[in-house]
């Protein structure tokens, strides 16, 4: 079987250049409550499958708020967490570092590394032991960070990620930028597909 690639519709053609630069635009000023209302049942579900997939206890999309002081929990897999809405500043911890650089991060023994920010461990009440945490872009603009972590247990032994999980996790960032791409078009265009 030969693949033919898809060819723009003539009809519509003339209008993606406008319609790229209003998801651009709308992405910019996008604030996290809004991102919040565009996570839907297949967000939610790539989200909770990667953290499965390559065996997190947590998975968290952050975003930058409005006056990108803060990244903020916009979506996070633990359901009993409570993080949905808590914020960390831009100024501390290994997540504001990989929205900074926009370098994601494959760590172990999170906990006791000096970057790391204790806050949401102190919420939550447990020790970030791996993490690795991807630049999350929406309409081609950084807006926040995508992270899995896990915990430490008292059992002893490697926790680490691999290299393969590591890659995992960025590839699944790329897929929840194109589902919520997906839907900020919907909204844009005004259309419910």
Known sequence: MINTPLLP????EEQGDRVSRALERYAKRLRSGELCGLI??????????????????????????EQRDNLVV???????????????????????????????????????????????DEMTGNKTDAMVA????????????????RFKVSVEGERGFSLEQFQLVQRGAVTTERLLNLELVKVILGIDL
């Open 9 to 12: 519709d003539p009809e519509l």
């Open 40 to 65: 839907d049942a297949p967000v939610e579900a790539a989200i909770k499958g990667l953290t499965d997939l390559v065996g997190g206890d947590s998975g968290a999309l952050w975003i930058t708020d």
């Open 74 to 120: 916009a979506f996070c897999s633990s359901e009993n967490s409570g993080l949905v809405g808590c914020s960390q500043p831009l100024s501390e911890g290994l997540i504001s570092l990989v929205f900074a650089s926009e370098q994601p991060i494959c760590e172990t023994n999170v906990y006791a590394d000096a970057r790391h920010s204790k806050a949401i």
């Open 134 to 149: 991807v630049p999350f872009y929406l309409g081609g603009v950084l807006r926040g960070v995508l992270s899995v972590v």
